[in-house]
């Protein structure tokens, strides 16, 4: 690992990334050093089993897209985050919610598919455009790092692909010498200066059975597991419900991520029925949008992340992803307004906001 001066270091991204070369920046939650992986080729290389090191994205569905960049043929570089200094901001955004009216139908419909016992919880999203002509995108990177740093904050790039940026706040999976770290993370409050988060039942609810679907897929490949009380935790403006769960691995590791991923908090319960009617009612494929993206076999460990309040940049446009979880209790304007202001923690990154 070569550890630079961060002005170097950006230098040294922006010079691969003009050259058109795959690499991603990462910061882990709460960490105070940015890394880089600066691969060599423009060779899209597929993620085939857990035992590879580098890298990975994985999409939602489909894994034969899932993706790495792999550690032995890529540069490592890293810096401290505290000599990161601020990016530039855009100013001024063109914002319109053309696809407003067809979220609120198309929450409506998930819970009368509820009502009607096709399953108990189900994930819906949405994808906005914005026209934006000229991104910086080591920029934006820099106001992300420095604005969130309880988060796993990424830049990814590859020719092939394209752009993806995010800082989520959930990790999927993280494991060092068998000791197992997961969270059960749903229910979405903005912060409005409130002295105190209070929850209604539909939320309680929906953190619930998140937890409670993780703890099913565990059991066949984990001992020794132990749960959290359940916290209210901040990133960025917005307020969630989170249970801590901790285990000892037991089985394999790629076979306990085919049970976790997707989680209820990005699909729903049960899964495959949920899964379907994603599928068949969202307008537009989500793509590494709800995937999961982080590390694996760097430093005798895997450190991977739920790919969550995140964009793509491509063809003069920024396209955010956003979405809520929809419930029994769910009422349709109120989750639009999730949705809006999910999109402001990468939005408030790209225009500057506080």
Same mark, same amino acid.
Request: proline share 4%.
């Given at each position: 690992?070569? %550890? ?53 994205? %994985?999409?939602? %569905? ?29 100013? =001024?955004? +063109?914002? =319109? ?9 198309? %929450? ?63 990790? !999927?999976? @993280?494991?060092?010498?068998? *000791? ?25 609810? @929906? ?29 960025? &403006?917005?307020?969630? !419900?989170?249970? &801590? ?32 009617? +994603? ?23 895997? *450190? ?28 349709? =304007? ?7 202001? &999910? ?12």
């Amino acid at each position: 690992m070569m %550890v630079l001066d961060a002005e170097v270091f950006l230098r040294e991204v922006a010079n691969h990334y003009d050259q058109e070369l795959p690499f991603v920046l990462y910061k882990y939650p709460n960490e105070t050093k940015v890394s880089g992986l600066l691969q060599s080729s423009k060779t899209l290389h597929k993620l085939d089993h857990m035992e590879q090191q580098g890298f990975i994205m %994985v999409p939602f %569905v489909r894994k034969d897209k899932a993706v790495i960049i792999p550690k032995d043929i890529s540069k490592e570089i890293q810096c401290e985050l505290s000599a990161v200094s601020n990016g530039y901001s855009v100013e =001024e955004l +063109i914002l =319109e919610y053309p696809e407003k009216q067809r979220h609120l139908h198309l %929450v409506n419909k998930g819970v009368q598919a509820i009502e009607n016992g096709e399953f108990q919880k189900v994930v819906l999203s949405r994808e906005q455009h914005i026209p934006l002509p000229d991104l910086d995108c080591i920029a934006l990177y820099k106001n992300l790092v420095l604005r969130y740093p309880d988060a796993f904050c990424y830049l990814w790039y590859h020719p092939k692909v394209g752009l993806w940026m995010g800082a989520s706040p959930e990790t !999927l999976i @993280e494991v060092k010498d068998q *000791k197992l770290h997961t969270m059960a993370l749903a229910a979405t409050v903005a912060d409005q200066g409130q002295a105190k988060v209070v929850w209604g039942e539909k939320e309680k609810q @929906e953190q619930a059975m998140v937890t409670v679907a993780i703890l099913e897929a565990l059991k066949d490949y984990c001992s020794a597991v132990e749960v959290s009380e359940v916290q209210t935790v901040k990133a960025a &403006k917005l307020y969630h !419900l989170r249970t &801590k769960i901790t285990a000892r691995l037991t089985g394999d590791l790629g076979g306990l991520i085919e049970q976790l991923h997707p989680t209820p908090a990005v699909c729903g319960l049960p899964k495959l029925p949920a899964l379907n009617f +994603i599928q068949a009612n969202e307008s537009y494929k989500r793509s590494y949008y709800t995937g999961y993206l982080g590390t694996i076999n760097m430093d005798q460990q895997a *450190k991977l992340y739920v790919n969550l309040r995140c964009m793509q940049y491509l063809e003069n446009e920024l396209i955010l992803y956003v979405g809520g979880g929809i419930t029994i209790d769910s009422i349709a =304007e109120k989750e639009w307004e999730e949705t809006v202001n &999910k999109g402001k923690t990468i939005l408030n990154v790209v225009t500057g906001t506080l």
